[in-house]
C-alpha cells in the first residue's frame, strides 16, 4: 500500500441483490441493453472495471440501456370516437382543422391507434393532415370498430362511410379508398353525389371474383390459397414479402405489420371479409360517378392486378389514371411521399415539399482552460503534485481573496 494513495474498500454490489431483491449483475444488464446491435462497442459501452472506484448507482443508472420499442408508444394520438350505423359501432379519428375534407378509409387490415406507431404511416398522416381535414376510420370488423359476425355488404359499407360524415358534422367530403374499402367509396360516389366531392382510389377494384366477362377478378384457386394463408399464417411477419416486398428486410416495420394483423383483425373476419370482396361487384355503378376520381395503382402489385386498376379509369367519367412504380399491395409500404404529393395536386391543386426525415446538425465543443498570472496553463490541483503541492497550490488561489477580504474589515 503505497504512501498517499487512498484505498478504498472493494464494491460489494456487483453480484448481490439490489433494492429490489434481483442479482445485479454489469454484464447481464449490458448484454441486455445491446441486444441485437452488434455488441457493447457498437453503442460505446464497455464492462467495468471490478475495481472502479465510482458509486454503484451511477454505475447502475449508467449501464441500464433500454432496449428500442418497435413500437412508439409515447406518440400522441388524435382521440378515438365512435359513429353510430344502424347499431353498429365505427371508430374514427380527425386529425388537422383545416382545408378540404378528406375521408380516408385504408383496406386490408387496419387499427387507428396501432397505425400511429409506424413513423412511416404517421409521417404520411402528417403530411395529408397538412393541407386537409383528415377524418381517418376503421371499417366495421376490422381495428376498434365493432367485430364481425357475418360477411358485410357494400350497402352496409356505404352506411357506415355516411355515418361518419355525420359525426364529424362533414356535409361533403374526398373519399379515398384502398384494395377492399374501394368498392364501398365507388357506391358512395355514385349513390351519394351530394356527399361526394372527389374519389381517389388506390390498389383497388370493381369486382373481386373471376368471370368470363371480368377475367382478372381472383379464380377459385387464389380463393382458396388466401383461405389457407389467413388460417395457418394470420398475424405473423411472413405475409410481409408477398404484400409489402420493399420492406421485407426492415425487421421493425416487419414485427409492426405483424402486430398491426393480430389487433386489427381476428382470422374469422379476415375470412369473412375476403367473401365480401370475393362477391362484390360496383361494375354498374362506374358510369354514374360525376364526383372528379383520380386512380392510382402500382405496377407491380401481386395481389390485385394492375389492370384492374387500368378497368376503373376506363370506365369512370374523366377519371385520372395513374401507375405508380412499386411491387407492393400493402398501403403502407412503397413511395407514401410521392402518393401524399398526388393527393395533396387532386385535392388542392398543388403540391407541395415534404417534410425532410434526417436534420443535420453541427456540434461544437470547447474546452476552458485556466491560466495563471504568468499567462502559463495552470494545472489542475493535485494533477502532477504531490499532496503537499496540491495544498501549496490551493493556498496560492486561495491568497487574492483573503487579501480582498483582509482589505475590507479595515
Not at 441483490?17 to 452488434?38: I, L
Not at 432496449?67 to 347499431?87: F, Q
Not at 397505425?115 to 398522416?125: G, S, Y
Not at 361487384?281 to 405496377?299: K, Q, Y
Request: proline share 7%; with cysteine.
Amino acid at each position: 500500500m503505497g504512501k498517499g494513495r487512498a484505498t478504498h474498500p472493494r464494491p460489494r454490489a456487483w453480484n448481490t441483490p439490489d433494492n429490489t431483491g434481483r442479482t445485479w449483475n454489469p454484464d447481464q444488464w449490458v448484454a441486455g441493453a445491446t441486444f441485437g446491435s452488434g455488441g457493447r462497442e457498437a453503442v460505446g459501452v464497455r464492462s467495468p472495471s471490478r475495481t472502479a472506484h465510482c458509486p454503484v448507482d451511477l454505475r447502475i443508472a449508467s449501464l441500464r440501456w433500454p432496449c428500442a420499442p418497435v413500437h412508439d408508444s409515447r406518440v400522441n394520438r388524435p382521440k378515438t370516437t365512435y359513429a353510430w350505423s344502424d347499431g353498429t359501432a365505427i371508430a374514427y379519428q380527425v386529425v388537422g382543422a383545416s382545408g378540404p375534407d378528406l375521408l380516408f378509409v385504408p383496406g386490408s387490415v387496419t387499427h387507428l391507434e396501432v397505425q400511429w406507431e409506424e413513423p412511416r404511416v404517421r409521417r404520411f398522416f402528417n403530411r395529408l393532415a397538412s393541407f386537409s381535414r383528415l377524418i381517418l376510420m376503421d371499417p366495421r370488423g376490422l381495428g376498434l370498430s365493432d367485430r364481425l359476425t357475418e360477411v358485410p355488404t357494400v350497402d352496409e359499407r356505404v352506411a357506415d362511410l355516411l355515418s361518419v360524415l355525420d359525426a364529424t358534422e362533414t356535409q361533403r367530403a374526398t373519399l379515398f379508398g384502398n384494395a377492399d374499402t374501394g368498392p364501398a367509396c365507388i357506391a358512395a360516389a355514385a349513390l351519394h353525389p351530394d356527399r361526394v366531392d372527389g374519389l381517389i382510389l388506390l390498389g383497388t377494384y370493381a369486382k373481386g371474383g373471376w368471370d368470363e366477362d371480368y377475367p382478372i377478378g381472383w379464380t377459385t384457386e387464389e380463393w382458396e390459397e388466401f383461405r389457407t394463408r389467413v388460417k395457418e399464417g394470420w398475424g405473423t411477419s411472413d405475409s410481409v414479402e408477398t404484400v409489402a416486398p420493399s420492406l421485407a428486410h426492415d425487421e421493425a416495420f416487419r414485427q409492426w405489420y405483424a402486430t398491426l394483423a393480430r389487433l386489427g383483425a381476428s382470422p374469422r373476419a379476415v375470412l369473412l371479409l375476403g367473401e365480401m370482396s370475393r362477391a362484390v361487384d360496383v361494375r354498374p355503378l362506374l358510369s354514374r360517378i360525376a364526383a372528379p376520381t383520380l386512380v392510382m395503382h402500382r405496377t407491380g402489385d401481386g395481389l390485385n392486378s394492375v389492370e384492374a386498376g387500368r378497368y376503373l379509369a376506363e370506365r369512370i367519367p374523366g377519371a385520372r389514371w395513374l401507375e405508380m412504380p412499386g411491387d407492393d399491395f400493402a398501403l403502407w409500404s412503397g413511395d407514401l411521399d410521392a402518393l401524399a404529393g398526388e393527393v395533396e395536386e387532386f385535392l388542392t391543386g398543388h403540391r407541395g415539399a415534404a417534410e425532410p426525415t434526417h436534420v443535420v446538425a453541427t456540434v461544437m465543443f470547447h474546452r476552458r482552460r485556466r491560466f495563471d498570472r504568468t499567462g502559463c496553463r495552470a494545472r489542475k490541483p493535485g494533477v502532477g503534485r504531490s499532496p503537499r503541492g496540491a495544498r501549496r497550490a490551493r493556498a496560492n488561489r486561495a491568497a487574492p481573496l483573503r487579501r480582498s477580504r483582509d482589505r475590507y474589515r479595515r
